[in-house]
């Protein structure tokens, strides 16, 4: 499949050649996040994997040059994080935008993330053209034990290499990571079709969860193909509330979300349970009519310093939850606040590290957890 983008740079661009100047962000001591600003500061942070497990937010919408379609012999951006040296940082978009992103390289991992472990990456719309070998995915090749919230991809996602795992948003999903209020628009292809593995959203997800999330892009049929997981194995992970555009796709299956027709996906009425209010909006001038975020709110955005290594964590699990909500060791205590702004829950946590919310009815919640060094920190929560 021809992409728009691969076709635009090719034609457009193929003779372009200029030099590619990093910049050093600013921030980056103590616990006070780098700042990414511009293109020069994004190439800083690929070029420079011993800062992989820092914390950055983005200050502004980015737009990589047109040029880089030429860089490194044509292979674009270079991912940030590999299978050697995963980005286990916290990356927050602040509701920001990163486009023409270009990446074509013969590597384990490619996507705007190569590979994570353990981090955070969260308010970030990523768009752009991204071709691998292996595992490919326009925001990350392969998630890890990580966190992604409220982001959004859009462009083309391609794999050529046997085996060859392409999704739009993600590659592999593994190792419990959690993928929330996030949506893909991106047309997926595997160019094995003996052995290749697509989704709209995620190709391969293995025990780990994936919520109110939708994807929109044509999906290429190999040996596995799912409109939004393309392989879901051992258990396969928490799937809620999930949706792909069933016509748009080319695909009519119900692993990790169900198809719907164009007409539905444009309806609120489809996603019952998800936030319009917080994180949502749904109008049909924007976004070709499909659902996109709202503007953040301060009531649910991580503050700027944190507590320990990064700007976030997991500290309620699991999330979505039942009945028992349990807590990272540091936190010392928690506030529960409806959705009326009411706080039903007020609790030190002293030797147990967990809450019984069987009086707690259904619906989402904001936890603000107070840390033993005095920092707090706010994050949504969804009981089922």
Not at 105 to 118: A, E, I, L, N, P
Not at 334 to 343: D, E, H, R, S, Y
């Amino acid at each position: 499949m021809k992409t728009l983008f691969t076709l635009m740079f090719t034609v457009v661009f193929v003779f372009t050649v200029s030099a590619q100047t990093a910049e050093v962000p600013s921030g980056g001591l103590g616990r006070i996040p780098y700042s990414i600003e511009k293109w020069e500061h994004l190439l800083w942070l690929s070029q420079n994997p011993d800062k992989w497990g820092s914390n950055f937010i983005q200050t502004a919408d980015i737009t990589f040059p047109r040029d880089v379609v030429t860089w490194d012999r044509q292979k674009g951006m270079i991912p940030i994080g590999n299978t050697n040296t995963p980005f286990t940082g916290s990356y927050d978009g602040k509701g920001h935008k990163v486009t023409f992103v270009f990446i074509d390289r013969d590597v384990d991992c490619v996507g705007f993330f190569g590979k994570t472990d353990d981090a955070l990456i969260k308010n970030l719309t990523v768009q752009g053209s991204v071709r691998g070998s292996m595992l490919a995915g326009m925001l990350c090749g392969s998630l890890n034990n990580s966190v992604v919230e409220n982001c959004a991809t859009l462009g083309s996602v391609e794999c050529w290499g046997q085996r060859g795992e392409a999704g739009g948003f993600v590659g592999r999903n593994l190792k419990a990571s959690r993928i929330e209020n996030c949506f893909s628009r991106c047309d997926v292809e595997v160019v094995d079709y003996q052995e290749g593995i697509a989704g709209g959203f995620v190709a391969y997800n293995n025990n780990s969860n994936i919520a109110f999330s939708y994807s929109t892009g044509l999906v290429s049929d190999v040996w596995h193909t799912g409109g939004f997981v393309g392989l879901a194995e051992n258990s396969g992970g928490l799937f809620s509330r999930n949706f792909y555009d069933a016509a748009a796709s080319g695909q009519n299956d119900n692993v990790g979300a169900m198809p719907k027709t164009s007409a539905e996906m444009h309806d609120q009425a489809t996603y019952l349970g998800w936030d319009f209010t917080a994180v949502w909006q749904i109008d049909p001038t924007e976004n070709d009519g499909y659902p996109y975020f709202a503007p953040l709110t301060t009531s649910l955005a991580a503050p700027e310093v944190g507590s320990g290594s990064k700007l976030y964590g997991v500290y309620a699990f699991p999330n979505p939850f039942k009945e028992v909500l349990n807590f990272q060791d540091n936190v010392v205590k928690v506030l529960v606040i409806n959705a009326l702004g009411q706080t039903v829950v007020s609790m030190e946590l002293l030797g147990q590290k967990h809450l019984n919310t069987s009086n707690l009815g259904s619906g989402i919640y904001v936890l603000e957890a107070t840390f033993s060094d005095g920092s707090v920190i706010k994050q949504k929560l969804l009981k089922q």
